[in-house]
């Protein structure tokens, strides 16, 4: 894959069993009645999140750029609500069209991409909100005072840039923490933004 990490396996090892993404689930309830309307779950990882919006009744689009995303995706979600899943093997660099979805998640997903490719990613999941659908977006982003700020391969935002990036948008929420805690990397100071939109 490019421009990311590129071993995920420890985290998917590290984070199994954790619950659904609390970001998720505001999304989920914020959305309302799915009524056929499709999420899509842009960096997926194991398929936790999207194994909840299937639950919840939506059709999935469950996109991610580690190898194997197929397999364990589909491996995270029970065999009945496997015809409402479809899975993108493939990095966002590599994205050209998001189809218009009724709610779009991305948790801990859209930093990992390089700052012109984040720019391209941003304009592909906006144009997937319809103007006053209702449509949902729920993502989490990093500040700039994050341990990894510094890697060029990843993009962090300021609450400024975060909020001119909802421009049009109903703001829910936007939440900014800072906290010492870990990765799978290590150590780290998190400097993390927790947006939740209506389009
Ligand atoms: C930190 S994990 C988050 C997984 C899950 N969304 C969660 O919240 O636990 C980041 C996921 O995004 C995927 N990812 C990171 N950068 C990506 C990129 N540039 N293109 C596609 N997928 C990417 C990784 O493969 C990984 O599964």
């Given at each position: 894959?490019?421009?990311?990490?590129?071993?995920?396996?420890?985290f998917y090892t590290?984070?199994?069993?954790?619950p659904?993404?609390a970001?998720?689930?505001?999304?989920?309830?914020?959305a309302g009645?799915?009524g056929?309307?499709?999420?899509v779950?842009?960096?997926?990882?194991?398929?936790?999140?999207?194994?909840?919006?299937l639950?919840?009744?939506?059709?999935?689009?469950?996109?991610d750029?580690a190898?194997?995303a197929?397999?364990?995706i589909?491996?995270s979600?029970p065999?009945?609500?496997?015809?409402?899943?479809?899975v993108a093997?493939?990095s966002f660099a590599?994205?050209?069209?998001?189809?218009e979805?009724g709610l779009?998640y991305a948790?801990y997903?859209l930093?990992?991409?390089?700052?012109?490719?984040?720019?391209r990613?941003w304009?592909?999941?906006?144009?997937?909100?319809?103007?006053g659908?209702?449509?949902i977006l729920?993502?989490n982003l990093?500040?700039?005072?994050d341990?990894?700020?510094d890697?060029?391969?990843?993009?962090?935002?300021?609450?400024?840039?975060a909020?001119?990036?909802?421009d049009?948008?109903?703001?829910?929420?936007?939440?900014?923490q800072?906290?010492?805690?870990?990765?799978?990397?290590?150590?780290?100071?998190w400097?993390?933004?927790?947006?939740?939109?209506?389009?």
């Amino acid at each position: 894959m490019n421009d990311v990490i590129e071993d995920w396996e420890p985290f998917y090892t590290a984070t199994a069993g954790s619950p659904v993404r609390a970001l998720c689930l505001l999304a989920i309830d914020a959305a309302g009645d799915p009524g056929g309307r499709l999420a899509v779950d842009l960096g997926a990882g194991a398929g936790r999140e999207s194994a909840a919006l299937l639950a919840a009744g939506w059709r999935v689009l469950a996109l991610d750029g580690a190898a194997g995303a197929h397999l364990r995706i589909e491996a995270s979600v029970p065999p009945a609500d496997r015809n409402r899943l479809s899975v993108a093997e493939q990095s966002f660099a590599a994205l050209d069209e998001l189809p218009e979805a009724g709610l779009v998640y991305a948790g801990y997903a859209l930093p990992f991409q390089r700052p012109e490719v984040f720019a391209r990613t941003w304009s592909l999941i906006r144009g997937a909100l319809r103007p006053g659908s209702g449509a949902i977006l729920a993502v989490n982003l990093f500040g700039p005072r994050d341990t990894w700020a510094d890697d060029p391969e990843l993009t962090t935002h300021s609450l400024e840039e975060a909020r001119a990036l909802l421009d049009g948008l109903q703001i829910l929420a936007l939440r900014e923490q800072e906290r010492e805690g870990v990765a799978v990397t290590g150590p780290k100071h998190w400097h993390e933004l927790d947006l939740l939109a209506r389009a």
